[in-house]
């Protein structure tokens, strides 16, 4: 991935760091009596894979339960819960994941969900982790008013009938203190456990090095609980780090989604964890801001309207949004910004320039997402060398996002303005494509799967899958390798030290178990990884 030097015949290893990087002879001449040497015939020696978007250290808590991925009618989704529900009487809560409004052709209620469990709090979250699917015990045990008001109307929300009743389904986090307050949540006994799983996972698909855009937990909407819940899991992956037992570098945004908080407290936060944990392996990358919901629930903010009329909306708006970008640059920490909306993109674009004409020179901005982007900004973007990362598989037919995408836009809006990353791909852009654990499931989080996805614009899961947007322009396989190494390196201002192989860097390397360059574009989420290293240690072995 060095385009000064594209291909190599040999790497050497000493300690935890490159030494040599040329052909086999050279390499040949350095082998010692203690060198342990891999002959890889012919198949791909690549930089270790680093994920530019996934929330790894504690979201393991949103796939407990019940999974209704691959369930397609609510009918079948209540058979699989009640199940779970009979198979597993001694649980407390019945927890769930997956479900999918668009595939059963409306969203579902509580009496749907009351229908096969009864006796106990039932919480069902949507296949994106946002909204969530409660039975009446749940809204019991949660202790919801049915008065209670809306978080932020539009954006956080209790859906209601034309009553006004509440009927089962909390968009954007409206539900986290229900889900709080019934016990679903600790987060000291629940983080090591869940981070282990989630990281032993992850080194199994080649990663070494991840961008968490904030720590996913259910106390994101309440800054006082969220930063508490930060320094827990930030203490966690200290520990592992000082024992020398955490296998991915960690690179961690705060979190900023209460529509309550202030910015300079965010940024205040931010630089007394920065000034804690600022290592090559685990550093407080800057700050994350969540401003609104998801374009597949209406709840992103579009410039111009839905089919039905509506816009959407944004708990943080474009003045607040300015303002953090202003004061975290000034403090030299970049901010990346979940941009769903167009009006998001828009008003984030505008504070990453403003924040550039005050003086502050932050080239690691981020925009995160890219979904639905006007020619104006997208032009900005890329005159601007602005920074993106998005998840490919949200773009495809995966999950019925195509159907959805034209329900909600229209056919016009789709092949205009719906994922524009693969342009600024083919332009040689910065963008890094990773999976947005858990938006999409843990077993999804192979960096070679959204290679896939990149290079063909189809879902990997279904042979009968389209290329869409139609419009569109598939990835070339080495831009699509540099969105899993070297540009996500620089968006974590890492570049110096991983994202190629070179001699000077640390010894972060992944072994494939073929040719990459002679594998068909639709077969490659099905290249096995053989060894990860990363700091010049396995963190996985299978088949070396």
Do not use: C
Not at 150 to 169: H, L, Y
Not at 205 to 219: E, F, K, R, W, Y
């Amino acid at each position: 991935m060095n385009d000064d030097a594209p291909t190599a015949e040999a790497v050497a290893v000493t300690g935890n760091e490159i030494t040599y990087v040329g052909d086999a002879a050279g390499a040949a001449a350095l082998v010692g009596d203690n060198t342990e040497v891999f002959d890889l015939g012919g198949d791909t020696l690549l930089p270790g894979f680093v994920s530019g978007h996934d929330h790894i250290v504690a979201s393991g808590w949103t796939t407990r339960g019940v999974s209704l991925f691959g369930i397609e009618t609510l009918e079948e989704a209540l058979a699989a819960i009640k199940k779970y529900a009979d198979e597993n009487p001694d649980e407390e809560l019945i927890l769930g994941y997956g479900f999918n409004q668009v595939s059963y052709g409306g969203w579902p209620t509580k009496e749907d969900l009351d229908s096969v469990v009864s006796d106990r709090p039932a919480f069902i979250l949507d296949f994106t982790i946002h909204d969530v699917w409660m039975n009446s015990k749940a809204f019991e045990a949660g202790k919801v008013d049915p008065d209670e008001p809306d978080q932020v109307p539009g954006v956080m929300f209790w859906q209601r009938d034309a009553e006004g009743k509440q009927t089962g389904i909390g968009i954007e986090f409206q539900w986290a203190t229900a889900f709080r307050n019934a016990g679903a949540w600790d987060a000291a006994a629940s983080i090591p456990d869940i981070q282990k799983r989630l990281y032993d996972q992850a080194v199994k698909t080649g990663l070494t090095a991840v961008h968490v855009p904030l720590i996913a937990m259910p106390t994101v909407t309440d800054l006082s609980l969220s930063t508490e819940d930060e320094k827990l899991a930030l203490a966690h992956l200290h520990e592992l780090e000082k024992a020398g037992e955490l296998t991915l570098r960690t690179f961690v945004a705060t979190g900023f989604k209460d529509p309550t908080a202030k910015a300079d407290d965010i940024v205040a936060h931010t630089v007394e964890l920065r000034e804690k944990y600022d290592s090559d392996m685990l550093r407080i990358w800057g700050i994350k801001i969540h401003p609104e919901g998801n374009w597949s629930s209406q709840t992103a903010w579009m410039m111009d309207p839905y089919t039905d009329g509506t816009r959407g909306a944004a708990a943080i708006e474009g003045p607040m949004i300015t303002s953090v970008y202003l004061q975290a640059n000034r403090a030299g920490l970049p901010v990346g910004t979940h941009v769903d909306g167009s009006q998001t993109v828009r008003n984030t674009v505008n504070a990453i320039m403003t924040a550039r004409g005050a003086g502050y020179d932050v080239p690691n901005n981020l925009l995160h997402h890219y979904f639905w982007v006007s020619d104006k900004d997208h032009e900005t973007v890329i005159e601007n060398e602005i920074m993106v990362n998005t998840t490919p598989i949200f773009h495809v037919d995966w999950e019925a996002q195509d159907v959805n995408a034209l329900d909600l836009l229209g056919r016009a809006r789709v092949e205009a303005t719906f994922a524009r990353y693969s342009s600024l791909m083919a332009l040689g852009h910065n963008v890094s494509i990773s999976s947005d654990v858990p938006s999409a499931p843990i077993d999804l989080i192979g960096p070679l799967l959204n290679v896939e996805i990149a290079m063909t614009l189809r879902d990997p899961f279904n042979d009968e899958s389209k290329p869409f947007p139609l419009s569109r322009k598939p990835a070339s396989l080495h831009e699509a390798l540099k969105a899993i190494t070297i540009y996500p390196a620089q968006q974590q201002a890492m570049e110096d030290k991983i994202g190629t192989i070179e001699v000077g860097k640390y010894a972060d390397l992944v072994v494939l178990d073929q040719d990459i360059e002679g594998v068909e574009p639709r077969n490659i989420s099905g290249i096995k990884v053989l060894g990860t290293v990363m700091n010049g240690q396995f963190t996985h072995r299978e088949g070396l």
